[in-house]
């Protein structure tokens, strides 16, 4: 690790009591992001063949939060419950630059979802012409664009180190002070990495949700407001506010404490602003797998659906759908449906299952339904009012 002076640099400069609290926040964020984003690369999966070209860049966002989740979270939880960085330089270079280039893949995503969008819904005679090879290619940009800002300090435009609050690593916002290539970095990528594409999907979705008002209200003036297109519209707007109410909650925080670290006075930013910024930054990677399986309807519907089959499977009709005192009933009633049948030759099936999730519900007959009853001379059609009492209770 170096000399003393790193070495104070790796020790935590919080209370002991909010590094627990930042290593707790982390675990159940590392949870939540495995499952999150895990269960979104399923169901991209399961729909492949299906997939629309806009949703090559939820699937990319997916990837890039799994990324960060797998690199980061494994070495700041440790750290954050230790009360120090436990890992040598090299590794805090590593986790600065997967920080980076896994953040800004995502934020790049995210802009580039939301231009696509609008271009979709505002302009589609040109949307309509966006294909797969296009969003491959956007993709590969998004890649590109964080891994140059990603390398820069590697090569010696501005400086990775750990983040003031000690127990994790990210960019030295303290050398714009001392360095000018490290102020011309970090304010190139607090223009290029969060000014612009804050305005990006500001504009965007702001021009999403003009259009949509707008055919709303040409909709409603023909047709009742009950209508499909008017629940694709509520959908749209859901997810725009979604989006950016996000975006603001995960990004703004880091961005504002970084530019008064590296441009006011530093010594006056307390470190727990860092940690909390830090804490915020990192959730990003639970908030879009939430937001895309929530509003997209296409994904929430395979969701659903596969949900549902693994229910049915496992759900049997020996286990959870009867209780162990209901076999008997179950064996009775099928000798029951062996003697009775209806008109249609048919058993009728008295047994419901209310748990599984395809279960149908019981049948009833009406009064003047003709029933057949097969014995075993005759074999004859009557009316459901002349069968005995207890042949009614069987078949009814």
Sequence with gaps: MGNASEMVLFISTISKNHDILMGTLYSMFCVLSLLGNGTLLFVAYRRKSFLKPAEFFIVNLAISDLGMTLTLFPLAIPSAFAHRWLFDNITCLCYAFCGVLFGLCSLTNLTILSSVCCLKVCYPA?????????????????????????????????????????????????????????????????????????????????????????????????????????????????LSVAVCIGFLTAWSPYAIVSMWAAFGDSQRV??????????????????????????????????????????????????????PGQQKEMFQSKDASNSTRLSNGRPENNIGCHHCPDSRPVRTLSANRAAQVTTSLTNKEVPVTQLSDELKKELL
């Design 126 to 238: 040109y949307g309509n012409k966006f294909s797969s090879a296009h969003a491959g290619l956007l993709v590969v940009f998004s890649w590109c664009y964080s891994s140059v800002f990603a390398w820069a300090p590697l090569a010696k435009w501005g400086h990775y180190g750990p983040e003031p609050y000690g127990t994790a690593c990210c960019i030295d916002w303290h050398a714009a002070k001392n360095e000018v290539s490290a102020m011309t970095y970090i304010v190139s990528l607090f223009v290029f990495c969060y000014v612009v594409p804050c305005t990006i999907i500001f504009t965007s979705y702001a021009f999403i949700l003009l259009t949509v008002l707008g055919s709303r209200q040409a909709v409603q003036q023909h047709v009742s407001p009950v209508t499909k297109a008017g629940s694709a519209h509520n959908v749209i707007i859901k």
């Design 270 to 323: 307390p470190s727990v602003a860092f940690a909390m910024a830090a804490i915020f930054a990192k959730s990003s990677t639970i908030y879009n797998p939430i937001i895309y399986l929530l509003f997209k309807p296409n994904f929430r519907k395979f969701l659903c659906r596969d949900a549902a089959v693994c229910h049915r499977h496992v759900c049997t009709p020996f286990s959870c759908c009867r209780k």
